[in-house]
C-alpha cells in the first residue's frame, strides 16, 4: 500500500512537472478586447458582494475574491489597456486585478470592472499558462464610424441625412469633411497599440520568453449602443434587414482585423448587446423590434459559413439582472402615478382634483410601498451602480459576461 501511495504521488508530481514544461515551451496567449463603454466596464468593485446572493454566481464569485473578500491579484495574467478621452489618452497596464474597467485617469487605477476580470481569471483557469490581454475601449463609439474598418470604404450619408442637414442649413461639404476625420479613427487607435504592446511585450510582461513567441488567441468586441440608436444612420431598423450595414461593417472588421495582425484564423468573439434583458420580459413592446432586429445583426456574421467555427457571438441578454430590472419597471409605475394624480387623468384616483399635495403624497407613497420592498431596495444599493445602458454597473453581470467571452474564444466548436 505505501509502494502504491508513493507511487501515485510520484506520477502526479511529474505529471505537474510535465505539465509546467509544455506551458513554459508554448508562446504566450495574447487576448484582445475592444469595444465601447460596456467593454470599458462601469461596474463598481463594490458591486460584486451582491454576487454571492445568487447561487448562478456565488461560484464566480469565489474565484474573483481571496478569503478575506478582496478582489485577487492574477499572478499570471497580465494586461496593457488603453482608452481615455480625447485629451487624456493613455495605458494603464500591470497583474490583472479589478480596477481595469472605465478609468477617469488612464493610468491609476480605477473603481471599476468590465468583462476583463473574469475573462483573465477563466481563461488563465482553462489554460494553466501566462496570458496577456490587450484591452482598448472608450465609450460613446460606433461602428459605423469611429471604429469603422479600411475595407467597409468612406462613410455614406443616406438621401434622409442629407435632406436634414438641407433643412437645418448645414454646410455638407464640412459635414462630409468632418465625418472623413473621424471615420476608423478608433480603429486605428487600436491597431497602432496593439501593434505597439506585441512590437515589445517585456514592457508589460516583464517575464515574456521572446524565444517562445506569443500567439494571438482571440479578440472579443463588445459594443452596440452607439449604432442601436442610430436612427440616421440605420432608417429602417425597426423592419427586418434595417440593421444589415452593422453585419457586413462587423464583417469587414473582423476580416481587417484579422488580416492587419496577420492572423488569419484568430478566434473572434461578439458581444450581442444585451442592454433591456429577455426580449420577452420587455415591460413595453415599443422597443422589441429595434433591439431584437440590432441583436440578430450583430450575431449574424458567426452564421457567415467563411467565419464558420472561428467566429462565435455570445448573447449578454442573458446575464441581465432581472431583479434590478423588475425595481426599475416598479420604480416607474410610482413616477408614473405621480404624474396621474398631478395632471389628473381620469383613470385615477385624483380625476375630480379633490386631493390635496399631502393626501397624493400618502397615496404615492402606499401605492410604493405595495411595489416596491425595501428589501429589493437594500438589493440594489448593493448590486446597483450605474444605468441601465451600462448593464445596471452591475459586477454581477459583467463577471458573467466577461467569463462566457472566454469560455467562447476557448472553445473547440
Known amino acids: 500500500m505505501k509502494v502504491l501511495v508513493i507511487s501515485i504521488f510520484s506520477f502526479l ?3 505537474h512537472c510535465f505539465s509546467k514544461f509544455l506551458a513554459a515551451d508554448r508562446p504566450l496567449k495574447v487576448f ?17 458582494e451582491a454576487m454571492k446572493m445568487d447561487p448562478v454566481t456565488r461560484p464566480i464569485y469565489k474565484q474573483m475574491v481571496d478569503l478575506k473578500g478582496n478582489p485577487i491579484t492574477c499572478e499570471k ?5 488603453f482608452t481615455g478621452g480625447r485629451d487624456n489618452m493613455g495605458e494603464g497596464s500591470g497583474k490583472l486585478t479589478a480596477g481595469y474597467g472605465s478609468r477617469r485617469v488612464p493610468a491609476e487605477m480605477g473603481e471599476k470592472i468590465g468583462p476583463e476580470f473574469t475573462f483573465g481569471i477563466y481563461a488563465q483557469k482553462a489554460l494553466k499558462e501566462p496570458i496577456l490581454i490587450i484591452k482598448t475601449a472608450w465609450g460613446g463609439k460606433s ?14 450619408f443616406n438621401e434622409n441625412e442629407i435632406e436634414n442637414f438641407k433643412r437645418r442649413g448645414k454646410n455638407i461639404n464640412e459635414i ?28 508589460v510582461y516583464p517575464d515574456y520568453n521572446q524565444k517562445k513567441g506569443y500567439e494571438l488567441a482571440g479578440f472579443a468586441w463588445f459594443q452596440g449602443w452607439n449604432d442601436m440608436v442610430a436612427s440616421g444612420t440605420y432608417p429602417n431598423r425597426g423592419q ?3 440593421y444589415d450595414a452593422y453585419t457586413d461593417c462587423l464583417a ?8 492587419d495582425l496577420n492572423a488569419p484564423k484568430m478566434k473572434f468573439v461578439i458581444g450581442v448587446m444585451g442592454v433591456g434583458g429577455p426580449l420577452e420580459k420587455y415591460a413595453s413592446p415599443r422597443y422589441v423590434p429595434i433591439h431584437g432586429n440590432f441583436r440578430n445583426a450583430m450575431a449574424a456574421p458567426a452564421i457567415m459559413p467563411e467565419f464558420k467555427g472561428n467566429v462565435f457571438a455570445v448573447r449578454t441578454a442573458k446575464f441581465w439582472d432581472m431583479r434590478l430590472k423588475v425595481l426599475e419597471d416598479n420604480q416607474e409605475r410610482v413616477k408614473q402615478m405621480a404624474g396621474f394624480l398631478k395632471n389628473k387623468h381620469k383613470d385615477h384616483a385624483n380625476r375630480d382634483g379633490s386631493m390635496t399635495a399631502q393626501e397624493q403624497k400618502e397615496y404615492i407613497e402606499k401605492y410604493r410601498t405595495k411595489l416596491i420592498s425595501e ?13 441601465g445602458y451600462h448593464y445596471y454597473g452591475s459586477a454581477k453581470t459583467m463577471a458573467q459576461i466577461g467569463k462566457a467571452f472566454a469560455e467562447a474564444v476557448l472553445s473547440t466548436d
Not at 428589501?375 to 444605468?387: D, L, Q, V
Open 13 to 15: 508530481f511529474s505529471f
Open 77 to 81: 495574467v497580465w494586461i496593457s489597456y
Open 32 to 48: 484582445i478586447l475592444c469595444g465601447q463603454s460596456n467593454m470599458e466596464g462601469h461596474a463598481k468593485i463594490s458591486t460584486i
Open 240 to 242: 427586418p434587414g434595417g
Open 375 to 387: 428589501k429589493e431596495e437594500a438589493y440594489a444599493r448593493i448590486a446597483k451602480s450605474n444605468g
Open 252 to 259: 469587414h472588421f473582423i476580416r481587417d482585423v484579422r488580416k
Open 143 to 156: 461602428i459605423h464610424t469611429d471604429f469603422r474598418p479600411p475595407s467597409a470604404g468612406p462613410y455614406l
Open 176 to 203: 462630409k469633411a468632418d465625418k472623413a476625420e473621424q471615420t476608423g479613427r478608433f480603429y486605428r487607435l487600436m491597431m497602432d497599440h496593439v501593434k505597439k504592446v506585441l512590437s515589445d511585450i517585456k514592457r
